[in-house]
């Protein structure tokens, strides 16, 4: 795990470089033999296939939207675990225990459902309910879900449900009003260990649909936390609070967009007219393991303002870094679970117009020009202000 949140670092962000997941945390079909379990199911509707309700552009515009910071704000005010609720799965006949968890990412939280949830093993299978607030989920998105209405509101079946490798799971996605974000709800019949299933689970959007129209009011509301999470966490937490530091370190440059990829991560875009390249600054906490150092010139342990991690370093224009990426712990994680909090930081130089300078993938006439700088040299200082501003 801690390898591939490495690669995750190198990558660029989901605006410009890897792109977003669409499914999260894709886990291996399985499940267990049916159970005969019964659900509530919501009075729908449903419109046709790949036919967006309500049109909400695409993600460029979406992420540097006038919503997208307000609607980023709220969310990081919100404990997701507080839009969960138990009390309709007594309805649902999933069994008789509950437990919810931190994560995937500061933003979300999961529900376990089943009867021995909590057991040191496994004797059953379990319902998993991971909801993830605040993904961009764009025109392009919807065209490919299934658009179907809850208590009055459009949500999105995922097309994914359709795939036989999530025999076991569904996705739905709940739109952030009209900002172009969603929120994600992802149930998974999880099978006991030593049970490798692969049965279909049939009831398994009717079952996330139901569990959706219970809580999709608290989706609206997004109810702010009634006191501050305990210990050192990165949680509420603002990444952009550090902005001003970085315009500081690159004062002849102008910040010419702020993109929000998600509510604990935003992007800071900077031009210089004339120049050969454009600045990108990623600013963002993560849920997840202490990261590991990988192999390389210049990568390696790294330490800022009191906190410890790595440092990744990418030559893309020639023999100077044009990318330098910082992950520093913020709080260890525990008993193995991706629930450390960190501080990422990540420089990029991109050249632009590519085509101006030959063949972007593989120059080799060495017509790229001179990098403005090593993409690290500012790293001390941009790390140093990234903790500050995380308090």
Known sequence: MAAAAALTLLCASAAT??????????????????TGTTTSTPTTTTTGPSTPV?????????????????????????????????????????????????GPGLAGCQLRVGDHVGEPASKDGLYLFELSLGEVYD????????????????IYRSHLADDPTFADTCYYYVPAGHTGYAHRMRLRKVPADGAPDKTPWLEK?????????KIVDRLDSLTPRDKPADGRVLYSKNPCTATDAVKAQYSDWTLNSTSWIAPYHCQLNFTQPGAKYTLQVDLEYRM??????????????????????????????GPVPSRCAVSLTYR????????GHLIRLAVDWTAVPLAQYGDPDHPSDGSWPPLPSDACANIDNLSAAAVRAAG
């Open 205 to 213: 959007c009717d079952v996330a649909k139901s569990y959706v129209s």
């Open 139 to 154: 025109d392009a998105d919807r065209a490919q879900d299934k658009a179907e209405t809850v208590n009055g509101r459009a």
């Open 288 to 317: 997840d393991t202490e990261q590991k150092a990988s192999s390389g010139p210049g990568n390696g342990p790294y330490q800022a303002a009191g906190l410890s991690g790595i440092i990744l370093r990418s030559n893309v224009y």
């Open 17 to 34: 470089g890897c792109g977003k997941n669409a499914t999260g945390h894709p886990v291996a079909a399985s499940s267990p033999k049916s």
């Open 54 to 102: 309500d049109s909400v552009g695409k993600h460029d515009t979406i992420v540097t939207g006038a919503e997208a910071e307000p609607l980023m704000a709220r969310i990081r005010a919100t404990d997701p675990c507080s839009m969960l609720d138990t009390e309709p799965l007594k309805s649902m006949n999933l069994g008789a225990k509950s437990a919810t968890r931190e």
């Open 332 to 339: 260890p994680s525990s008993d193995g679970r991706l629930n």
